[in-house]
Nanobody
């Protein structure tokens, strides 16, 4: 089992930045591939960024490429999502996820409770 707890969400103006954090516990963190998803009401959950446990490879959805950066600190069992140049359409609940597979389309087995990000215009 892996437990995930997100933090760092909030209200920010368009063009601003936020950094989300995901604290993990349970099964060895360093063997988990990690990802950040987001979801708005009435829409499917979207994977916006993923990071591999083995070599640190990253992948980003086109909608956030060049603005968001995913990173991990294996020593601290933490995953981060740095979000810059935020747009109102980035408003969503953001979820941290962990699993055995890597990639934007991979299946993730463990999820956090989510943190709200709201970008005002």
């Amino acid at each position: 089992q892996v437990q995930l707890v997100e933090s760092g969400g909030g209200l920010v103006q368009a063009g601003g930045s936020l950094k989300l954090s995901c604290a993990t516990s349970g099964r060895t963190f360093s063997s988990n591939n990690m990802a950040w998803f987001r979801q708005t009401p009435g829409k499917e959950r979207e994977c916006v960024a993923a990071i591999s446990w083995s070599d640190g490879r990253t992948a980003y959805a086109d909608s956030v490429k060049g603005r968001f950066t995913i990173s991990r600190d294996n020593a601290k069992n933490m995953v981060y999502l740095q979000m810059n140049s935020l747009k109102p359409e980035d408003t969503a609940v953001y979820y941290c996820a962990a699993g055995l597979n890597y990639g934007l389309s991979a299946r993730y087995d463990y999820w956090g409770q989510g943190t709200q990000v709201t970008v005002s215009s």
